[in-house]
């Protein structure tokens, strides 16, 4: 289940991407690099959320996480799904640095003790994929967003196809080249 804490930083997190929008909207030579490289370091894949996001569901997010964190609302799986996503990404990410683009572990998970989790910004996050590098070396089909959606679906017991759709929105689409622009509310 989702902490108070994992839902108050999603809460965060959406009102960021709110906040990055409307400032492109009003200064449009504004550079929001530095925010949104903030942004992703503590939430992967929420770039694609503030491409993708329509400002009605947006906005929807936000109020259903205000009512679960005031208890006026219910804490939905998409919370659930959302946070222990970012969770398990920001582990896979920190384990992929690690590994330093070695195709395979080998050895690696050895090497991988705890002082040198100390050193990582999300060590917990780190931690959850110590016995599984090998897989985070060579993820399944180059993606790591897929390991992490598999291991998410294990976890959660819910279909991937379901589960990237609580996470990434209903007009969730597979990846393209993102512009690294925030794109401006409608």
């Not at 990055?20 to 909207?25: D, E, G, M, P, Q």
């Not at 090497?111 to 910004?121: I, N, R």
């Not at 679906?153 to 689409?173: K, N, Q, S, Y």
């Amino acid at each position: 289940m989702a902490s108070r804490d994992d839902l108050a930083a999603l809460l965060r997190k959406y009102e960021e991407i709110r906040r990055l929008r409307v400032a492109s909207r009003g200064d449009p030579t504004a550079d929001p690099r530095d925010a949104m490289a903030e942004l992703a370091r503590e939430f992967p894949g929420a770039l694609r959320e503030a491409d993708d996001l329509p400002p009605v569901d947006l906005e929807a997010r936000i109020a259903a996480l205000r009512g679960a964190l005031d208890g006026s609302g219910a804490t939905a799986r998409w919370m659930q799904a959302t946070a222990r996503f970012h969770a398990l990404a920001r582990g896979a990410l920190s384990a992929k640095r690690w590994l330093r683009g070695r195709r395979s572990a080998g050895g690696a998970l050895a090497l991988l003790e705890e002082h040198e989790l100390a050193t990582h910004p999300f060590p917990e996050d780190a931690r959850d994929w110590r016995d599984d590098l090998a897989r985070v070396a060579s993820p399944p089909g180059g993606r790591l967003t897929a390991l992490v959606f598999d291991r998410l679906a294990v976890e959660l017991g819910a279909p991937v196809a379901v589960l990237r759709l609580e996470v990434f929105g209903p007009r969730w689409r597979p990846a393209r080249r993102r512009t690294g622009a925030i794109e401006p509310l409608d």
